[in-house]
DNA sequence: ATTTATTCAGACAAGTCTGTATGTATTATT
DNA sequence: AATAATACATACAGACTTGTCTGAATAAAT
């Protein structure tokens, strides 16, 4: 096997993440993707056989990049929870209040897509898991998880940083009872 | 001026409404639209003069019909707040768990849009503003206002009414200190 | 050295999309 | 009855979409 084909498959994926992040999944086409990764449309349908395909590989690449930014943010944090908030104010700044990828893609497909919704569920079960293991009461976690989740979608509503601040200061007053 | 004017745009929305909800918006073609309503062409662009513009009006006629639906079905309730959960088990029978057409528009639509912007703000802002006005406690209203989202977005997520009885319940909790 | 895997460039198919244009027919207002 | 508003059918422009195909070039594996 030629040692570029992790190379190329790579920068269409790398391409692809930040295409469909910025601009979301049916905003972009093949063509800008191949574009912009600088390869040719056939070595796109050599790696992946369908745009759906290409979204799935995507998915799972984004969590995979979320997770690991995420656990190594909370790495030398005491209060994991809270810190979870802080992280989110960390990507608003870095991608300019998209919010989340997996939330943006259940407005774009359907549940016909099983694959998608499957990858789009195991995601935030994942981080609801996260709550749970951190706060040992399942009830308080749903709520914190709620908290955390509609913190990502006000501010970027409101592209502010403010939601995620208040909805901080809410959760932590629930984790002092 | 003919008396089908309002005969025909009302066709237009009212068929935009049902496939914007049923498929998204960037699926959903104009000249699906105009099939589906039986109206030419030209007298969908006689009455909005761009896909964006119908797009407005959707949201506008959208945010009245679903206020509507929303204190009517609160009118005879005593617990407003822990019936609104009940409210949206309602709306995913009738819509199969299609969601929030305004967070799904959020998801496909760009910052640059601002008018559309707008309007999601204002939806949820009055949506927000019912929970205030009803509990007297703004932190409060904030915290139940994002269970209220999150049960939205999960039982899409999952096709499942189960995350609204236990928002819902975990919503009765804290209304009960 | 030969086979196999990968990448390239780009034309092409077959369809979609939004929006415009044309001309006519119907309806309402004055 | 004359004028203006509305609605019709439909062709068309021009750009876009995903995906296929061809044929050659390059690189790796055997």
């Known amino acids: 096997m030629a040692h570029q084909k992790q190379e190329v498959r790579d920068r269409i994926l790398l391409t692809a993440d930040r295409l469909f992040q910025e601009q979301g999944f049916n905003e972009t ?80 497909t359907s549940p016909e897509k099983k694959q998608i919704y499957d990858l789009i569920q195991s995601h935030k079960s994942g981080l609801l898991l996260f709550f749970e293991y951190e706060l040992n009461d399942k009830e308080l976690a749903y709520v914190i998880y709620s908290l ?12 502010s940083q403010d939601p995620i601040y208040r909805l901080k200061k809410y959760a932590q007053k629930l984790l002092e009872r």
Chains 1, 2 share one sequence.
């Open 29 to 108: 086409g093949i063509n800008q993707i191949i574009n912009e990764a600088k390869i040719a449309k056939a070595s796109l349908y050599y790696h992946f056989k369908s745009k759906e395909e290409l979204c799935v590989a995507y998915l799972e690449q984004r969590n995979r990049i979320w997770n690991e930014a995420f656990y190594e943010f909370l790495k030398n944090k005491t209060n994991k929870v809270l810190a979870a908030f802080d992280f989110l104010i960390d990507r608003n700044l870095a991608d300019d209040f998209k919010g989340c990828s997996f939330l943006n893609m259940l407005s774009e």
């Open 148 to 159: 955390f989740e509609n913190a990502i979608i006000e501010s970027k509503l409101y592209r």
